[in-house]
């Protein structure tokens, strides 16, 4: 799957805006923040649990 450039990517940020509305759309991003700082704070534990300690 290729990632849309150029004009489809406006249009998605287009329907996007339509969709959630200008006033929620700051909330929406600092969830999206969150969450991905969230996941990959989960990642990095993990790799730490199952990574054997250096000799």
């Not at 249009?11 to 969150?34: C, H």
């Not at 996941?39 to 990574?51: A, H, P, R, W, Y």
């Amino acid at each position: 799957m290729r990632v849309p450039q150029g004009p489809e990517l406006i249009i998605i940020l287009v329907v996007i805006l339509v969709l959630f509305g200008g006033s929620k759309l700051p909330g929406l991003a600092r969830s999206l923040g969150q969450a991905q700082n969230e996941f990959k704070k989960g990642l990095k534990s993990t790799d730490d649990e199952t990574d054997p300690p250096a000799a």
